[in-house]
């Protein structure tokens, strides 16, 4: 088994895809001659030509509004938004138009639609490209939210993405890209979109996470394991449709709960999860559900120091950690 | 580069001499400032995502020497050159590209995100298009307040294929704003080039069916942009007229600093950067006049390298934003059940590991 980072996982995805079904197409900003602004799309504009890896006018709304109605009639397109932060002007067709076509037009109609949106911070990327998006969309009924963490299940996840018969919104953590390696097989292989999966199985607390956070707790849950406390680190990988059932299996084994996500808290997913563990789990609890995300500020300010300030750390994590452990 | 037509009238009869130094002045601080601020990348002094006005130095001096102080701008996140150009020290304005406290935007925004309020420069913006739609209901506020002056838009040619361009157009004219919608074309948006991303690569005709006046002027030729600014400018002050401006220029560099620019063919960006340099075509014209001599070229470069290492020493012993402002400015007024300096010196231990939950 080769290995591989997280981008060329995604980037091995998209080619063997698109080799295997001539609808597959590509559109985005600067995703063709340019590979695009991370490279994920390097090589596709030289092997599959511009009918197929489009480079897209400076235009959101037209990228996503365009490969609806191409996925609306027989193609598999893969839009593109460069960063996450971006996706404002695209979030009409997206909520109002791909999450409903198939519920309003009575079945008539599926969006089989791929929209990869590199997010997330870490890189010194300021206000406006290092923004987290998920808890926006997996709020909408009719989409799918994937957060693929490894380049096993980037690439897996993104082939069942494919060729999944409804919209799904492809979060892919840009800071993950390079940092994160791993082993993919040679052969096909898919990921099915919706079960959450234990990277680490433990004892003592559940730690619910995905993306880049996700490493943050792992590296976290190895401090712990040498303080003799066993945490169970399960990657949710699919926002929604959520996989309730790992969770709350995973709640009543360790009874202890840390939810982790970079995003700012009021609001987030992280809430969501949080929720479902009170009303299913309530009586399996030993301690408050706890949650670590980024602080409540407009956005991610630029200056080092307060960077820094924004991101959980494995260090806040483990110190949580540590703290629901003993109570 | 597109064409664009040429003036006949005499030099002298175009600008004074001490406001023909004045521009060359400028524009060579705006290159010195740039080509440091490059350099201060590599040193790891500037992080994150940082895009250099190299090329465009006759598109922007010529644009502030036709402004009045009433008048307002909007950039977008390659706006080194204008906040400096209108006036704001580069010393500040280098600290914000390091995001330091005593930068312009007290290091929040960095690079992309340049505010002065003294100098009606109302912000960097890194959401392309983000600043179009804000132009023109600053125009429309100045037109009801019956206040003097005019709002600029600026933004880059690839701009010009996002819905909120065309939107803002039309509600400018229907509104009769006095707005100026000054395109930076420098051939590209990021790897696309104008005519591939644009299906009118004549960009200053895109005002036509919103019945814009527009018009391209060689924004490598700062007596030109400067003239057609001003001309433009009174006309959408006195009449509500709002106009496009199409500057055509070259970009140096990739799109960023760290853009490696390989899209383009190097041999053709060498011949470029040599063919329209902004500042040696003004150098050689005022030499030809007598404007300047060698040895006035020669301090001029000495100032304006020791204004820019001031501005990085500057920038270099300012202190970093304290973490006790994370949530500082996230509302006009104090309001209640929102994160305090409390809360922010607690994430921050949280995040050090110091704290426990
Ligand atoms: C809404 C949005 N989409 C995409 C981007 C990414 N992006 C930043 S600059 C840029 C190219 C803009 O080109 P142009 O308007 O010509 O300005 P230039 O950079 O050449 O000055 C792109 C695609 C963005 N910042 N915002
Ligand atoms: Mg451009």
């Known amino acids: 088994m080769p290995e591989m980072n997280l981008l060329e996982a995604i980037r091995q995805g998209l080619d063997e895809a698109m080799a295997a079904d001539p609808r597959v197409f590509i559109f985005g900003e600067d995703v063709g001659k340019r590979g695009g602004v991370f490279r994920v799309t390097e090589g596709l504009y030289d092997k599959y030509g511009p009918m197929r890896v489009i480079d897209s006018p400076l235009a959101e709304s037209v990228i996503v509004g365009a490969c609806i109605g191409a996925a609306m009639n027989d193609m598999l397109p893969i839009a593109e938004i460069q960063f996450a932060d971006f996706i404002a002007p695209a979030f009409n067709q997206i909520v109002q138009e791909a999450a409903r076509i198939h519920y309003r037009s009575n079945g008539d109609w599926e969006v089989p639609l791929v929209i990869r949106v590199p997010y997330g911070g870490g890189i010194h990327g300021a206000l406006y490209h290092s923004q987290s998006v998920e808890a926006f969309f997996a709020h909408v009924p009719g989409l799918k939210v994937v957060t693929p963490s490894t380049p096993y299940d980037a690439k897996g996840l993104l082939k069942s993405a494919i060729e999944d018969p409804n919209p799904v919104l492809f979060l892919e953590h840009k800071k993950t890209y390079r940092l994160i390696k791993g082993f993919v097989p040679e052969e096909d292989y898919r990921v099915p979109i919706g079960p959450a999966d234990i990277k680490r199985p433990g004892e003592d607390i559940s730690v619910f996470a995905y993306g880049l956070m996700l490493h943050y707790c792992l590296e976290a849950a190895q401090t712990l394991a040498a303080e003799g406390v066993s945490i169970e680190v399960v990657d949710l990988r699919t926002l929604r449709p959520l996989d309730t059932e790992t969770i709350l299996a995973s709640v009543r084994r360790t009874g202890k709960v840390l939810i982790v996500h970079e995003d700012n808290l009021f609001g987030g997913f992280g809430g969501e999860v949080a929720a479902i563990i009170a009303e299913h789990a309530f009586e399996y609890l030993d301690g408050p559900i706890v949650r670590i995300g980024g602080p409540d500020v407009p956005a991610m300010p630029f200056a080092h120091s307060l960077e820094a300030a924004f991101m959980p750390s494995p260090a806040s994590i483990a110190a949580a950690m540590r703290r629901l452990a003993a109570y | ?357």
């Open chain 2, 1 to 357: 580069m597109a064409e664009v037509a040429e003036t006949t009238q005499p030099l002298l009869e175009r600008a004074t001499v001490d406001e023909l130094k004045h521009y060359y002045y400028q524009m060579l601080l705006l290159r010195r400032f740039e080509e440091r601020a490059g350099e201060m990348y590599v040193k790891a002094k500037i992080g994150g995502y940082c895009h250099l006005n190299l090329g465009e130095e006759a598109t922007i001096v010529g644009l502030m020497a036709a402004l009045t102080p009433d008048d307002y701008i909007f950039t977008n996140y390659r706006e080194h050159g204008y906040i400096i150009a209108r006036g704001v020290p580069p010393g500040p304005v280098m600290a914000e590209l390091f995001g330091k406290e005593t930068g312009v935007s007290g290091g929040r925004g960095g690079s992309m995100h340049l505010f002065d309020r003294k100098t009606n420069f109302m912000g960097g913006y890194a959401i392309v298009g983000g600043q179009v739609p804000l132009a023109v209901g600053a125009a429309y506020a100045l037109r009801y307040q019956n206040k003097p002056g005019v709002v600029v838009a600026q933004m880059g040619d690839g701009t010009t294929n996002i819905g909120a361009f065309y939107e803002s157009l039309n509600l400018a004219k229907l509104w009769k704003c006095p707005v100026l919608f000054f395109i930076v074309n420098n051939g590209y948006g990021m790897g696309t080039s104008v005519e591939a991303g644009s299906s009118e690569p004549d960009l200053w005709k895109k005002g036509a069916s919103f019945r814009i006046y527009g018009e391209r002027v060689d924004g490598t030729d700062v007596l030109a942009v400067r003239d057609v600014v001003r001309r433009l400018r009174a006309r959408a002050e006195a009449e509500g007229e709002p106009a496009i401006i199409d500057a055509v220029s070259f970009r140096f560099r990739g799109h960023s600093v760290i853009d490696s620019d390989r899209y383009r063919d190097p041999e053709a960006v060498r011949r470029g950067r040599e063919l329209y340099d902004p500042i040696r075509k003004f150098a050689t014209l005022l030499l030809e006049h007598g404007v300047i001599d060698d040895a006035w070229l020669k301090a001029v470069t000495e100032r304006v390298e020791r204004e820019v290492q001031e501005a990085i020493d500057f920038a270099n012993n300012s202190p970093d934003p304290k973490f006790e402002d994370l949530y500082k400015y996230m509302y006009a007024t104090p309001v209640p059940n929102t994160p305090t300096t409390e809360d922010a010196i607690r994430a921050v231990k949280i995040n050090h590991g110091e704290f426990d939950v």
